[in-house]
């Protein structure tokens, strides 16, 4: 009350003081949001509303009532407004299980039991919108249904998926005999001309057309066969974001657990005499109890079954039942199914009855025959004198998991010892032994097993005193054990069969543990099988939906210990009497097997000579419907007399108990201990207990209690919980009629204590009678009692425990809650059971139907007044009073922070108070209007209880509306008038309440605030169907105000942002979403603050055509205003794009899909099907175009994965200014909140150009594809006239951008064909380092600043710029459904043909926006720039989607555009020529005859075109022979049999062309095409040798040489070669290919004009590689500069070098050789500082500073390796042009010699066979005589690098010595005797030089030998050799720094070790031990002499070395080390003393 008392002294208070009611509210509405509906606050007509800030909708009622769906014509008229009969309200019939009611007549029924009736038997009444099914809420987009959508497509043809052409074999058996081949190869027949035949000319092409007439054709055609949806080819949305699903609740039906059907087949003994009765039962062991109720059976004879017909009535068809049905609610592998066998009673305890079963024999007979007629004769005996009477027998009992565990196994063995069952594949088991499975304690099922029939042959005898269920669990779990102890017992002999099986759903011939007939019952006198009462094991929480009354009564024991004479055989009679009298003994006792249905007594079976008796009977009693106190059980003790005496009944009574049934107004239940009366009772003793002393009464045992039973009732109707009875006991009195007197104090307290009491209620009952409960609850809440004619105040006590009742309902079925939280049990009472109360039938007037509403009632605007609000207490005169009292009042508990500062005026929760209720009879009030005002109204801890059962009171509340409307006749009158005014700011302010709720609590309990935010959604979706829609999106907008104000100070913005996603989503998934939005009548800003709808009307006339456009396409505050829900989503769409970081990928999935999941929802509906529906609503989504143009940047780039995408629109379109576009501004979150920060600008045409290239790190792949598809459904279905008008204002840069987009749309959707199919056709396009799009980049501009800025963005994502994704769901392409691997042959096949639509029909889409984009462009600026770019996107699409039927209408679009734009092609960009041919001859390469009819005929009409144009062919037939030579270079799938065809076909339009027939065109053409054809012939080869790299390289250098004359041809077989290179990690060879393309183009620049920082032609690249000599062939004889068609390509520009180079450095950095790296951009810096380029400088010098920084740190651990070489030969006819060849090739790093051996040994075993490829072991020289003609000899030679002496001085580092390598050594070791090693006197070796033709490395390989040397070194001189480089290895490992002690070790060891002593020492013993004889070998003699003592110097620095650097622990070896060396040195001694004479003088001749 505090903050109150400020107010009424303040300027606002007085003015609230003068306002009536009504006036105060609108006011605070107005003020504080409350009612958002009544904010008139409107921003300016062209003010721009940020995205940021939600709008105020429209009045939708108001503007309905301007714009009367009446005025439109058509089907559009439906979606103008909701249908007039949209709710209805239905009155569904209960299901009934049986055939009879099952319910008492209504004679019979007191209160309690009317209740139940009522409650079981009334049907359910049930609200539903007709048109609800048509929402993703009730009928989602599941992938089944996307697969019933995708039935029936048409299947594509794509290329990818045809079969390839027939093998290299079969096309040469197919293509003659090799002598009619003019080059005498057999495959070059395949491309003769002459032989070839054309594909069939299209019809028509070569006739003139007007460009506007073939527009429209192609459009017509383009419209045929089209798919109406595209988004039904999409995988079906993302089940995880549908939060907006809401399945009805399923109707309460009766609960059953997992059933079984036990069949009782036959029961056989040894012997039989007597008659044998068997019941069923289940048990679980591990809970101790008994879990279903008994099952009765009787299996025997007729003749048998005769001998107790005196003591029988004829037995009823249902007890002759001998099936029965089994519940199991909680399945469990401790339930035992226990058989009991009775028998009748007779003389002699169990024991001695049992003991002929276990001793006789029926076999026999012969023996026993007296002993089996004495038998026969007592039975007769005692069948019929103690027919009624029966004693235990014989148990057994079966452990149902082993059961269904041997009946789940497959097959077993006929004889399993462990399990002792007898098998066999027909399900049959027989149990031989009492051995069991072992089964652990898992759970298991019982619901779906294989049938199995049990053949039971053993039973125990009962035990006399083991009669218990206590004593039955012990033997239960005895027979678990292994050794159980029953094994040891002597079991009875019998033969029983029982079928268990799992129970049909809809059993024939099923009676009820009613024994009511269940449906179907088709013939009454069919044996019924019965289902059997489960008792649970544990409790079950389900609700009654039918009546049931039972009583189960169980004897347990009886203790006559203390009395005197002969009262030993005991039986019990039971019977339910209604009085005292005898004859009042009700016939409601269940009857046993062949017996009547109910009889009036029963009987417990009897212990022969037993005073104490336990008993295990159970006798099922029918409850009477209405129970009094005379009603009460009655036990009478017999003793049985087994001998027969004269004059006496067999049965005398001993003594009587009872038990009353009710006890303080409840039944009476439990278990009892009751005393004995000896006497009969007296009169009047039914309304006592037993256990009062009555006088005159003998009692046994001093009235001790000694008969101890069980009472367990099931029952609908008796609660058997104190509260509950207490309630609604008291609820039924109140309700008879109004209470006085002076207990009506009292009964007030009373009704307020059992209210409290119910929070105590087991969870159980409560549960059970919740429908009753919530049906008490809501009278009490809404019709108070009357007590002394004033109103009980108790509606906020009604509420409170409505709340926590419903909490405690949901906590018992915690695990059943449906995705949102729902409590099963409490959505299926709102769904089906509420009804508004005082509606029930017995309030209707007999002529009054409930269910149709009265006609022609007064919609009257009268206020009720609530009766709940009890602090009320006065009536206000007059409104002022009403005032003063809502600022004073305490009606409002302000002790908690929800309501403190809210509620009071000017509070954002502002709701005013009702005057206390009028003192009437009857007040009533209706349950919406109550629940909303207790609940605003409500405490904290009320309050917290409806918040987690928030849903539940919302859909009371608009089931109560709806109901409410329906019943009052108000459907049907205007939305404003059907409710007060009250209940709409009381809705207002418990929105907003809830709302702030959502947004306080979003980071303390996220699961109730997600239930909570739900809830909140479909309640407003809910109320969009009820109440004034304005109002109710006024609720969303003050929901988003509500929210958007936490989002500046959240610490994680992205939860709420999430939260109010989802409540969009959910409010948008209403059925008639598309009415909400206003799509009818004009979009235009007001023109006033405050308008009228129709001044919006008036004010679109004025308004320019152009403004029209653009207001359509875009977000701005009119549009969003009118089509509020389109324009949330829309701008959440938008401002979440923008944004970034891990949150954001999260919030950008869901608001796709959102968007995603909307429109799939509408492409499905029916009402939307048509075209004008169709463009009516993709109007709405227009503004999605200008989102998706504005984040491209950000969406992913499908065309690659490792670099950015080259720029699409060419630099002449400006720049955008908007960098790479990958992030927003840091204050995303508050500018989203609406905070007062600068707001975001909306998103509007810029102008500026295109984007640049784009990071793939932005949005994931899967969203952009998902977004992607969302645009192309808004295009498809778009108004063409309104994009054209759009398009025709749009700016250059934006229509490039749109144009960039569409490419991106190609790219998203391409055709992958079937998985591992081939796809070469693609592989340009998937290649990461294509070689073209790197070259584009680079000239364009995207390797300087623009790519490192990129590159720095993707530095600072927090993902990094290679991090893995593996475990990022919301990055990868992840989708479990469609990537299993057990996909069946069938699910493949239907994927490739959705994936097929689908990228036919998204490309088409695209297509018929570049029709419309091109119509748009003669009139726009930079007209020839755009059509290159759109052009582009045009040839994209062909690659990505080449099917035929999208093929064959892009080729027509394709053929429209040159005509119509001639100049584009052949007067401004050559560059685009080129690719439009290359796209075309590869497609005129297709095995598709359709494809290459189009593509061929699109070639003739461009060579056409092109020779009318420019009167010249030279340009066209240069772009296609380059475009054939790039395809031929890099295509892996072309064929060359259909390009033929192609050809061939271009030969027959040019002759059958009559225009052009006496031009020289046709004869051009025939020149080009034999030209091509000779390219042709030149792949065949090339085609041959595929597999060989070396081969396939060698040709294309071939092919490439040939061009040497044509610079075009020449430069692109380079980058062909390069690009070859590249893939298969060649870098350094890829470098030296686009090093020889500079060099051509430098000679070709240095022709045109002589530039200072441009390279002087190929001698400026010698620094580089002596190979580039070669280009310069090139010369002013051969090319002339500027011939047209010559040199005409971009890269023969400046731009085109410095690209080619910038690939070179790239190249050699990837090769590891950075010192060309450096020579490289010696040629390109000159050139950056001329054109004063410093960012490309900034580039370049850093790449040289980490090029540099390399060769500087070699102790780093990084080492390069070079290449390692092999001389290669070729022998045999075989090889052809390779016979007698030598090769040098280049080698990866490492490569061993058995590797490139087996390699080339592999790959030509397989090309000849493997018996004719043999490898050369030795590297001897090869004498061909010796080989065999057949075969193919390779011999393979490791060769090192070989420099001179004065090449080594120069070149030092490894590098210099592994680059521009020439010549080549291997050495032979050879002795005089042929063999290759021998003693050191005759070792002579063989030193081979070879030299090759280029220097390594080069453009190819594997380099010709072109000369070849010989020197033969004689044993010194090898001598001297290895003494060298001994010496060597020592002063390297000396000098090595830093040290190296191992490898000094190591080296020492090798040089002075004891085992190779003998190595130097031998050489000097051989060689200088005497002095030579020739005078020759005197100086090699010295030579050797001086090298050993070079080495012993060495070898003395090496040990001096060794002994500074070991340590302590090395010592002892070092001096081994040094004593060796003495040795060594001491024995060279002498030899190296001994010098040879010196050389006479040269001999002068005179």
Same mark, same amino acid.
């Given at each position: ?12 208070a007085? !003015?609230?003081?003068r ?15 409350s ?21 105020e909708?429209l ?30 309200? *239905? ?32 049907d359910?009444?049930?609200?539903r ?14 992938? !089944? ?40 190869s ?5 491309f ?8 069939a ?22 419209? $045929? ?17 549908a ?25 056989k ?44 009535? +004829?037995?009823?068809i249902?007890?002759?039942?001998r ?14 199914l ?48 103690l027919?009624?009477?029966r004693?235990?027998f ?31 594949r027909?399900?049959t ?52 054990r ?58 079950? #929480?389900?609700?009654y ?13 009886? @203790? ?52 104490? /008796?336990q008993?295990?009977e ?40 009872w ?85 009506a ?16 209620a087991?969870?159980?009952?409560l ?14 809440l ?9 109103t009980?105040?108790?509606?906020r ?19 059943s ?20 109360p ?6 209707n ?22 009766c709940? @609000? ?25 002790s ?5 500062a ?5 509070g ?7 005057? +206390? ?9 209706l ?42 006749g ?13 209940f ?44 004034d829609?304005? #109002? ?5 907008r ?49 023109a ?30 009119p ?15 938008a401002?979440?794009?923008e944004?970034?970081g ?14 995603h ?14 075209p ?32 950015p995408r080259g ?24 500018a *989203? ?27 994931a ?18 108004? /063409?006239d ?6 025709t ?9 749109l ?25 340009p ?24 800025m ?10 990094? +710029? ?7 769901k ?18 493949v ?23 419309? *984009? ?12 755009l ?13 990505c ?6 093929l064959?209408?892009?080729l ?5 555009l040159?005509?119509k ?33 189009h ?40 064929s ?31 020149d080009?095409?034999?030209n091509l ?16 790299p ?37 870098h ?25 920082h ?9 620094? *580089? ?21 010559v ?9 085109g070098?410095v ?6 450095a ?12 450096? $020579? ?62 030598e090769?040098?090739?280049?080698? /990866?790093s ?11 040994e ?33 011999q ?29 050594l ?6 005089p ?22 220097a390594?490395?080069y ?39 830093p ?8 080296v020492l ?18 060689f ?13 003699? @010295? ?17 001096r ?8 622990d ?5 001096r ?14 002498p030899?190296? @003393? ?13």
């Amino acid at each position: 009350m505090g903050s109150f008392l400020t107010f009424p002294g303040t300027q606002e208070a007085r !003015q609230l003081a003068r306002m009536v009611a009504s006036e105060v509210r609108k006011q605070m509405s107005r003020e504080h949001g409350s009612s958002p509906q009544l904010s008139e606050r409107r921003s300016g007509s062209h003010q721009t509303v940020p995205l940021a800030e939600v709008v105020e909708p429209l009045d939708v009622e108001e503007f309905l009532a301007a714009h009367p769906p009446e005025a439109e014509s058509g089907p559009l008229r439906d979606l103008a407004d909701f249908p007039p009969d949209d709710l209805e309200v *239905i009155q569904e019939p209960r299901e009934l299980r049986t055939l009879e009611p099952g319910v008492p007549e209504e004679g019979m029924l007191d209160m309690r039991t009317q209740d139940a009736v009522k409650t079981y038997t009334e049907d359910w009444l049930v609200v539903r919108r007709r048109y609800q099914g048509l929402s993703t809420a009730y009928t989602p987009i599941t992938p !089944q249904r996307q697969r019933e959508r995708q039935q029936g497509l048409p299947r594509q043809v794509f290329e990818t998926d045809e079969p390839e052409v027939e093998d290299v074999e079969e096309r040469r058996r197919s293509s003659g005999s090799l002598d009619e081949t003019p080059r005498g190869s057999w495959a070059s027949s395949i491309f003769d001309l002459r032989n070839s035949m054309p594909d069939a000319p299209l019809p028509g092409l070569l006739e003139r057309t007007a460009p506007e007439e073939a527009d429209l054709r192609n459009a017509a055609l383009r419209r $045929e066969g089209r798919h109406p949806e595209i988004l039904a080819l999409f995988p079906a949305p993302d089940e995880d974001e549908a939060v907006e699903r809401r399945s009805p609740p399923e109707m309460p039906r009766e609960h059953f657990g997992q059933r079984i059907l036990v069949k009782c087949l036959s029961l056989k003994f040894e012997i039989e005499f007597e008659p044998i009765f068997g019941s069923l039962a289940l048990y679980d062991i591990k809970e101790k109890k008994k879990i279903s109720e008994n099952f009765y059976f009787d299996l025997n004879s007729e003749a048998v079954k005769g001998l107790l017909r005196g003591h029988s009535a +004829p037995p009823a068809i249902s007890s002759l039942a001998r099936a029965a049905i089994f519940s199991i609610s909680h399945p469990s592998p401790d339930i035992f199914l226990v058989i009991r066998l009775e028998k009748v009673l007779q003389q002699g305890d169990i024991g001695e009855c049992c003991e002929p079963y276990m001793v006789l024999r029926e076999a026999d007979g012969v023996k026993n025959k007296e002993k089996l007629e004495r038998l026969r004769t007592a039975a007769e005996q005692f069948c019929s004198r103690l027919g009624r009477y029966r004693m235990p027998f014989a148990w057994t009992a079966v452990h149902l998991r082993n059961v269904l565990s041997s009946a789940s196994a497959p097959e077993r063995d006929p004889l399993d010892p462990d399990t002792g069952v007898w098998a066999d594949r027909k399900g049959t088991w027989k149990r031989r032994t009492l051995d069991r499975l072992s089964v652990g304690d898992e759970a298991c099922g019982f619901g779906n097993f294989r049938p199995a029939t049990l053949t039971i042959t053993n039973f125990f005898k009962q035990e006399g005193d083991r009669l218990s269920d206590e004593d039955l669990y012990k033997f239960l779990a005895d027979m678990r054990r292994p050794s159980s102890l029953l094994r040891r017992l002597r079991p009875i002999t019998a033969l029983l069969k029982i079928d268990i099986s799992p129970a049909p759903e809809s059993p024939h011939y099923c009676l009820s543990p009613e024994l009511l007939h269940v449906q179907p019952y088709p013939d009454p006198r069919v044996r019924p099988t019965k289902e059997i009462l489960e008792f649970p094991a544990r409790e079950v #929480f389900a609700p009654y939906t039918m009546y049931r009354n039972l009583l189960f009564i169980y004897p347990q024991s009886l @203790n006559f210990s203390s009395r005197q004479g002969s009262m030993r055989n005991i039986a019990i009679k039971v019977q339910l009497m209604a009085g005292e009298d005898p004859s009042q003994a009700l016939p409601v006792i269940f009857g046993k097997s062949s017996s009547s249905e109910f009889t009036q007594e029963a009987y417990t079976a009897v212990v022969y000579h037993n005073k104490c /008796p336990q008993f295990y009977e159970e006798v099922k009693v029918m409850l009477p419907p209405a129970l009094g106190d005379s009603h009460h059980l009655l036990f009478s003790f017999h003793h049985v007399a087994c001998q027969p005496r004269p004059h006496t009944l067999p049965d005398a009574p001993v003594g009587y108990t009872w038990v009353p049934l009710m006890q303080h107004g409840q039944l009476r239940t439990g278990p009892l201990c009751l005393p004995v009366s000896v006497d009969k009772p007296p009169p009047s003793y039914s309304v006592l207990t037993p256990d009062v002393q009555l006088p005159g009464m003998k009692w046994v045992d001093n009235h001790k209690g000694v008969f101890h039973m069980e009472l367990r009732a099931v029952s609908s109707v008796h609660t058997q919980d104190p509260a509950l009875e207490r309630f609604l006991a008291l609820g039924r009195a109140l309700e008879v009629g109004p209470c006085g007197g002076r207990g009506a104090a009292v009964l007030e307290a009373e009704l307020r204590a059992s209210l409290g009491g119910l929070r105590g209620a087991q969870p159980q009952p409560l549960v059970a009678f919740s429908h009753q409960l919530l049906d008490r609850l809501l009278r009490l809440l809404t019709r108070p009692p009357l007590i002394n004619g004033q109103t009980v105040n108790v509606g906020r006590a009604a509420f409170e425990t409505l709340a926590v009742l419903a909490n405690q309902i949901d906590r018992s079925l915690e695990g059943s809650r449906d995705t949102h939280g729902r409590c099963p049990v409490l959505a299926a009472y709102v769904h089906f059971a509420f009804r508004l109360p005082g509606t029930e039938r017995e309030a209707n007037a007999p002529d009054q139907d409930p269910l149709h509403p009265p006609t022609g009632l007064p919609l009257s605007r009268a206020k009720s007044i609530s009766c709940s @609000n009890p602090d009320l207490a006065s009536n206000p005169c007059c409104p002022d009073e009403e005032v003063q009292h809502i600022l004073g009042t305490k009606g409002i508990d302000r002790s908690h922070s929800w309501v403190n500062a809210a509620y009071a005026p000017g509070g954002t929760k502002a709701v005013l108070r009702r005057p +206390p209720p009028p003192a009437g009879p009857d007040p009533k009030q209706l349950v919406h209007e109550e629940l909303a005002l207790q609940w605003v109204v409500s405490a904290s801890v009320v309050r917290e209880a409806a918040l987690c059962q928030a849903w539940f009171f919302f859909q009371l509340m608009t089931k109560s509306l709806a109901l409410h409307l329906y019943r009052a006749g108000r459907l049907e009158a205007p939305r404003r008038l059907r409710l007060p005014q009250r209940f709409a700011d009381d809705v207002a302010a418990l929105v907003c309440a809830l709302s702030t709720e959502v947004a306080a609590r979003c980071h303390q309990d996220m699961e109730l605030v997600e239930r909570l935010n739900t809830s909140l959604g479909f309640f407003l979706a809910d109320l969009l169907s009820l109440m004034d829609r304005g #109002f109710v999106l006024g609720l969303v907008r003050a929901y988003y105000k509500q929210v958007g104000a936490r989002l500046a100070t959240a610490p994680n913005p992205s939860v709420l942002l999430g939260l109010r996603l989802d409540l969009l989503r959910i409010v948008s998934s209403h059925e008639h979403y598309v009415p909400l939005n206003l799509p009818l009548g004009s979009l235009s800003p007001p023109a006033s603050p405050s308008p009228s709808v129709s001044s919006q009307g008036s004010a679109f006339s004025s308004q320019a055509p152009e403004q029209r456009w653009a207001h359509m396409l875009e977000l701005s505050g009119p549009f969003r205003r009118q089509h509020f829900l389109v324009g949330l989503l829309l701008s959440e769409l938008a401002l979440i794009l923008e944004a970034d970081g891990d949150d954001a990928l999260a919030l950008q999935k869901k608001a796709i899909g959102a968007l995603h999941n909307l429109l799939c929802s509408h492409e499905a509906d029916p009402r939307l099907a048509t075209p004008a529906a169709c463009a009516l609503v993709a109007r709405l989504y227009l503004p999605l175009i200008t989102i998706v143009m504005d984040v491209l940047p950000q969406l992913h780039d499908f065309s690659e994965t490792h670099s950015p995408r080259g720029r699409l629109v060419p630099s002449t379109l400006g720049d955008d200014g908007d960098g790479d576009g990958s992030t927003i501004s840091p204050s995303v979150a508050m500018a *989203i909140a609406g905070s007062p920060l600068p707001p975001v600008p909306c998103p509007c045409p810029s102008p500026g150009p295109a984007v640049g290239g784009r990071a793939s790190g932005g949005l994931a792949p899967e969203a952009t594809r998902e977004l992607l598809g969302c645009l192309l459904w808004v295009l498809k279905g778009a108004d /063409p006239d309104v994009l054209r008008g759009w398009l025709t204002d749009l700016p250059p840069a934006r229509l490039a951008r749109l144009l960039d987009l569409l490419r991106l749309c190609t790219a998203a959707f391409c055709y992958k064909g079937r998985p591992g199919g081939e796809r070469g056709h693609r592989l340009p396009l998937a290649q990461s380092l294509d070689m073209r799009a790197r070259l584009e980049e680079a000239i364009l501009g995207t390797v300087g600043a623009r790519r490192d800025m990129v590159r720095r963005s993707r530095e600072r994502s927090p993902l990094g +710029p290679h991090e893995n994704v593996r475990w990022r769901k919301s990055l990868t392409h992840w989708r479990p459904s469609t990537e299993r691997p057990d996909k069946t042959k069938e699910e493949v096949e239907q994927e490739v043909l959705v994936e097929g639509n689908l990228v036919t029909e998204a490309n088409l889409i695209v297509l018929d926006t570049l029709e419309i *984009i091109a119509q748009t462009l003669p009139l726009a600026e930079a007209r020839d720039s755009l059509l290159g770019v759109l052009l582009r996107v045009l040839l994209h699409s062909m690659a990505c989607a080449p099917g035929a039927v999208y093929l064959q209408h892009s080729l027509a679009t394709q053929r429209a555009l040159v005509a119509k734009f001639p100049e584009l092609l052949f007067e401004e960009d050559a560059e685009l020529g080129a690719e439009l041919c290359l796209r075309l001859l590869r497609l005129c390469g297709s095995h598709v005859a359709t494809i290459r009819a189009h593509a061929s005929a699109s070639l003739y009409l461009l060579m056409r075109q092109g020779y009318e144009t420019a009167h010249s062919f030279a340009r066209v037939k240069l772009q296609v022979t380059l475009s054939l030579s790039t395809l031929v270079g890099t295509s892996r799938s072309l064929s060359e049999e259909h390009l033929r065809r192609s050809l061939r076909t271009l030969l027959t339009y040019a002759h059958d062309d009559p225009e052009l027939h006496h031009s020289p065109f046709p004869e051009q053409v025939q020149d080009l095409v034999f030209n091509l054809h000779m390219i042709l012939t030149d792949t065949v080869k090339m085609k041959e040798h595929q597999e060989d790299p070396e081969m396939l390289i060698d040709l294309m250098y071939r092919i490439a040489k040939g061009y040497q004359n044509s610079p075009d041809l020449r430069l692109t077989w380079l980058q062909s070669m390069a690009q070859t290179h590249a893939a298969r990690g060649g870098h350094a060879e890829s470098a030296q290919c686009l090093v020889h393309g500079a060099a051509l183009v430098a000679e070709y620049l240095s022709l045109l004009e002589d530039r200072r920082h441009l390279p002087v032609g190929c001698v400026s690249f010698q620094s *580089i590689s002596s190979n580039v000599l070669e280009e310069s062939a090139v010369a002013d004889d051969v090319v002339t500069p500027g011939e047209e068609g010559v040199c005409s390509g971009q890269l023969f520009t400046e731009q085109g070098l410095v690209g080619l180079l910038q690939q070179a450095a790239d190249a050699f950095t990837a090769a590891g050789l950075y010192e060309a790296v450096n $020579e490289v951009y010696k040629l390109l810096i000159p050139i950056h500082e001329a054109n004063r380029d410093h960012t490309r400088l900034a580039t370049l010098h850093g790449q040289l500073q980490d090029a540099f920084a390399r060769l500087a740190q070699p102790s780093s651990g990084w080492e390069r390796m070079f290449g390692t070489y092999f001389r290669v030969g070729f022998y045999g006819g075989r090889f052809g042009d390779l016979d007698e060849q030598e090769f040098v090739y280049k080698e /990866p790093s490492l490569t061993k010699l058995p590797e490139i051996a087996h390699r080339l040994e592999e790959f030509y075993a397989q090309r000849f066979g493997d018996d004719v490829v043999e490898i050369i072991k030795d590297s001897n020289p090869v004498d061909k005589a010796k080989l065999e003609p057949s075969k193919a000899y390779i011999q393979v030679t490791y060769v090192e690098p070989y420099l001179e002496a004065y090449e080594l001085r120069e070149r030092v580092t490894d590098f210099e010595r592994s680059y521009g390598l020439r010549r080549f050594l291997f050495c032979t070791p050879l002795t005089p005797g042929g063999r290759a090693h021998g003693e050191l006197h005759e070792q002579f070796k063989r030193k081979t030089l070879l030299t090759t033709a280029h220097a390594f490395p080069y453009i190819k390989t594997r380099i010709n030998v072109v000369h070849k040397e010989e020197i033969i070194l004689t044993p010194i001189e090898v001598a001297i050799e290895d003494m060298q480089k001994k010496t060597q290895e020592l002063a390297f490992a000396t000098r090595q720094d830093p040290a190296d002690p191992k490898m000094l070790q190591m080296v020492l060891q090798g040089c002075v070790g004891t085992t190779v002593n003998q190595g130097p020492l031998e050489v000097a013993q051989v060689f200088l031990a005497e002095i030579p004889q020739d005078p020759k070998l005197y100086r090699h003699h @010295n030579k050797l002499r001086l090298c050993f003592k070079d080495f012993t110097k060495r070898c003395e620095d090496a040990l001096r070395k060794n002994k500074a650097l070991i340590g302590p622990d090395q010592r002892e070896y070092h001096r081994e080390l040094e004593r060796n060396y003495q040795r060594l040195r001491e024995a060279l001694q002498p030899l190296l @003393n001994r010098r040879a004479p010196p050389l006479p003088p040269p001999t002068v001749i005179p």
